[in-house]
């Protein structure tokens, strides 16, 4: 991985993540066809676009799941296309995701959740240093009682919220999160809204947001980019967007 | 000409899966001696494996004993050959029964949980969690099941046999009053390296093949619940024809070794 010389690069232009030129098929089915982004340093990109336009692939490429057929990804200033498997591993951890459907581990307790990045990545900690830093993520979201449930104990809202506190406890620099409020009720929608702000404020990360949920966008967003065919199709604030008169983007905001 | 290259599909993707599941055991291979090395979670599997596999096993044994003894019984004395009952329940059961019905109940009952478990983290996205959060998911979840069960389904057997040839010995002493101690004698004098060894060997194969496969068909499900199914389902049914085949290996090269 590099180090100073990527870092200091990385302080000056102040982006933490790029895309250039990305493209991805699958078989006759182009999803991504020269995507590009920037995510600048503690802001919160909002990417929205329809169902099947490739989000997920696009945040797939970006953690190495899914291997982009042409373009670059540049994470903290690594190519992750030149990286080992293991300097990708360490890159990983200062990448935290949260999966749309959470993707707790379901033989595992809350605690042992939390504990997994912990005992993977940091093998000098103490037991009760661990057990420190799971509480401390579990106060971020509000669910300390929860520490010794399993996870088909919890609602879907509550997952969604452990989920959250598993993508923070090794205090990643970048956070992708991945239709943070689908499937959940307009109060627990709320609350996961509300939670990412103060975990964005707390944690002072960058934040990848990508959802088809306006008010989601609206409340969370510095800056909203719209995929659309596989491109960037419009970028700007929510202001900015909402107001377009642009057809297609105001499909986005009805 | 529809039926023919329906037929014809089916042939390719049988083989188009040997193939894969040959790439996958030779990642297996390749990881296994890689560090770093999970022992903590290969010492949990060999714990779930072997604890949840115990009783089940020794139920089976238990009545594969009694069963054979008592339907060989009747066979026997009509020729005046009761006295060889132990020699010839042991021999049979370990040399054959006991690795093949143990090996069939484990496939049951450790491989379609294997694949049914995989494939359940599989569709649900934790395996993708696990390699996001900088974790080899292959190492961490195939590596520990597959040395797990190889390391396991032997002493399954030895312990299913041993209990087998206790329900024999128990129904030679109600039947024909045969002490315990003389049922065991005869068993042990009976017994030679030659049966045992090859049999235990090719219990290490047994339990390579119900780990790999079901991890194969866990790690690679598709298609949502209903995957998750198949993946349990076909796991049993591929182990089941691959111990068999296994099998028939292991007692031809045995049988060029000992004749």
């Known amino acids: ?254 | 000409m529809a039926e023919s290259t329906s037929f014809y599909n089916k042939i390719t993707s049988f083989f188009e899966e040997i193939g894969e599941m040959t790439r996958f055991a030779m990642r297996f291979f390749k990881e296994a001696v890689s560090p770093p090395f999970e022992f903590r979670e290969l010492l949990k599997q060999c714990f779930f494996m072997g604890n949840k596999s115990f009783f089940l096993v020794a139920v089976t044994g238990f009545i594969l004993g009694v069963v054979f003894t008592l339907q060989t019984r009747p066979t026997l004395e009509e020729f005046g050959a009761a006295a060889w009952m132990p020699s010839m329940i042991s021999i049979s059961i370990v040399r054959e029964i006991g690795p093949v019905i143990i090996a069939l109940i484990c496939a049951g009952r450790i491989g379609s949980s294997i694949g049914a478990e995989l494939g359940s983290m599989k569709v649900t996205e934790q395996i993708d969690a696990m390699e996001v959060s900088g974790t080899n998911p292959f190492k961490f979840l195939v590596v520990t099941r597959i040395a797990a069960t190889t390391l396991m389904i032997p002493l399954l057997v030895i312990f299913g046999d041993f209990i087998a040839l206790i329900g024999s010995a128990l129904i030679e002493n109600i039947k024909d009053d045969v002490s315990y101690q003389l049922y065991f004698t005869q068993v042990f004098e009976a017994l030679k390296f030659s049966d045992l060894i090859p049999a235990t060997i090719k219990t290490f194969f047994f339990g390579f093949a119900i780990g790999l496969v079901g991890c194969f068909k866990g790690y690679n499900s598709k298609k949502g619940t209903a995957g998750v199914g198949k993946a349990s389902n076909s796991a049993v049914v591929y182990t089941s024809m691959l111990l068999f085949v296994i099998d028939f290996v292991a007692v031809f090269v045995s049988d060029l070794f000992y004749n």
């Open chain 1, 1 to 254: 991985m590099k180090t100073t010389t990527s870092n200091t690069r990385d302080s000056e232009s102040n982006i933490v993540l790029q895309i250039e030129n990305l493209y991805k098929a699958f078989g006759e089915n182009k999803v991504l066809n020269g995507f590009s982004l920037d995510l600048k340093n503690g802001e919160n990109l909002v990417l929205m676009g329809r169902s099947g336009s490739g989000k997920s692939v696009l945040i797939k490429c970006l953690v190495g799941l899914l291997k982009p057929d042409k373009g670059k990804v540049e994470i903290l200033g690594n190519d992750i296309s030149t990286l080992s498997q293991s300097d990708m591993d360490e890159l990983r951890t200062s990448i935290g995701f949260l999966f749309q459907g959470s993707a707790l581990y379901d033989s595992m307790t809350v605690r042992e959740n939390l504990e997994f990045p912990l005992r993977r990545h940091t093998r000098k900690l103490s037991s009760k240093e661990m057990e420190a830093l799971v509480f401390e993520a579990l106060e971020s979201v509000g669910l300390k009682h929860t520490v010794d449930l399993m996870p088909a104990e919890l609602s879907g809202g509550m997952q969604r919220r452990i989920a959250l506190a598993r993508a923070l406890i090794l205090k990643p620099k970048i956070i992708i999160y991945d239709e943070p409020t689908t499937g959940l009720d307009p109060i627990t929608s709320k609350e996961i809204i509300e939670l990412m702000n103060s975990v964005q404020e707390k944690y002072k990360t960058s934040s990848l947001i990508i959802t088809h949920d306006v008010d989601c966008a609206r409340v969370v967003s510095n800056r909203i980019i719209l995929l659309l065919d596989g491109v960037n199709y419009a970028e700007g604030t929510f202001n900015e967007l909402s107001n377009s008169n642009d057809t297609k983007i105001k499909a986005f905001f009805k």
